[in-house]
């Protein structure tokens, strides 16, 4: 197996990496939108797709012509002295954008920003913008946020008034607090009478596997545990000891890099400068630390593979293979013969602060936790390797890989 083409995440949304047609024709599609919206007050374009369809990819190619246009001599381009920029909701996330932005001639890493500093910054200068590319728009917030400096009550409303052409990634199965929490319900009503259009990229490019893995991991955050996917090149297995799990991740990361251990948010954490411990059986390692200051994103990190990645490092990115610890949280009811998700063990309190607006408390808390899941099961391109803690859904899955085929 050869990894090295793109064993990197910056190869990876690199705005030079070869496109597929569809992928081609989506970056075509973006760069006519904004120049057949550029003289109207407003237009939105929202990139819809599932996990691992290559919608960053998309989105910063778009982004990458498009100011090759605003920059270029050629005054000919109706793109030409835009003023535009490109907005992630996601620590980890600007930093790999900033790195390919040093090496695209076109770009500049102020050309990516934080929806909060870009939104306070042009509320204080009364700067408007032409075109805001938004990427993980499912993660913005929905409500005031004091904490992360957002006085306002809608951060895609904000945009809106601030931009003249929107462009934008959303999936509302990534959506992670109350705080920003998203369904199309809910975009449509923001996005109201301005002219929009919806675009959908299908084709599953990260996780390298038949349609059973993604079908699988579908219907497991769906509550359902059909029979395990067939055997295949996509390396697929459940382990009973998490230990035995996290050694051959470190082994295949010695031979192919990018390989890291996740866990859902069912351990204690807090940002106090402390290790913290994820704790299986005779596994122990301490959580993901938060070094918002180092260059390189949690992932490509040479130390992280002595940690367990959470959804907050890991959203948006690739790995080559994850091994991912099903913590209590995640349990499963042999009499329904269903998974059930167990708020009381999720330890990610944060994410259900602000429940303004939310009617079903209880349901909009497993669907948060479900999306959770869905995000960590769909980092791996060549395997996926899982634990459950839980002694009732260890012993399900133990009995599904008895009868794989």
Not at 157 to 185: N, S
Not at 228 to 238: E, T, Y
Not at 366 to 393: E, K, Q, S, W
Request: net charge neutral; charged share 25%; glycine share 4%.
């Amino acid at each position: 197996m050869i990894l090295s083409e793109t064993n990197s995440a910056l190869q990876r949304l690199s705005p030079i990496r070869d496109l597929t047609s569809q992928q081609k024709e989506l970056v075509t599609t973006i760069i006519r939108f904004c120049e057949t919206h550029r003289a109207d007050k407003h237009a939105v374009l929202v990139i819809e797709g599932d996990a691992g369809t290559g919608k960053s990819l998309v989105l910063n190619t778009a982004f990458t012509r498009i100011q090759e246009e605003a920059r270029s001599r050629d005054t000919k381009s109706c793109l030409h002295g835009t003023n535009n920029i490109l907005l992630v909701n996601h620590p980890e996330m600007i930093k790999l954008y900033r790195n390919i932005a040093a090496d695209v001639p076109a770009l500049r890493k102020r050309d990516y920003e934080r929806p909060t500093t870009f939104i306070n910054a042009a509320h204080k200068n009364g700067a408007h913008t032409d075109i805001v590319f938004v990427d993980e728009a499912h993660l913005l917030l929905t409500r005031s946020d004091a904490y992360n400096h957002f006085r306002q009550n809608n951060q895609l409303d904000e945009i809106l008034k601030l931009a003249r052409i929107v462009v934008m990634v959303f999936d509302p199965r990534q959506t992670l607090k109350f705080k920003g929490y998203w369904d199309l319900d809910r975009l449509e009503k923001h996005l109201g009478d301005i002219p929009h259009e919806t675009v959908r990229l299908t084709e599953q490019f990260r996780v390298r596997a038949h349609p059973d893995v993604m079908r699988w991991i579908r219907a497991l955050c769906d509550g359902r545990l059909l029979p395990l996917p067939a055997k295949q090149d996509f390396d697929f297995r459940i382990y009973d000891d998490a230990e035995t799990m996290y050694h051959d991740i470190r082994t295949l990361d010695a031979r192919y890099g990018l390989c890291r251990i996740l866990a859902t948010y069912d351990f204690p954490y807090t940002l106090n400068g402390a290790d913290h411990m994820v704790k299986a059986g005779s596994f122990h390692l301490r959580w993901d630390r938060n070094q918002p200051n180092h260059p390189l994103p949690w992932a490509e990190r040479a130390d992280s593979i002595d940690e367990v990645g959470s959804v907050y490092t890991v959203q948006g990115f690739d790995l080559n293979w994850a091994g991912v610890i099903l913590g209590p949280s995640v349990s499963y009811d042999s009499k329904s013969d269903r998974v059930i998700f167990l708020p009381e063990h999720y330890e990610d309190s944060a994410a259900f602060i602000g429940r303004e607006g939310v009617a079903d408390v209880t349901a909009a808390k497993r669907h948060v936790m479900a999306n959770a899941l869905f995000v960590i099961l769909t980092r791996g391109v060549h395997g996926l390797y899982l634990h459950a803690t839980d002694p009732t859904l260890a012993h399900r899955l133990h009995e599904l890989t008895a009868a794989r085929s």
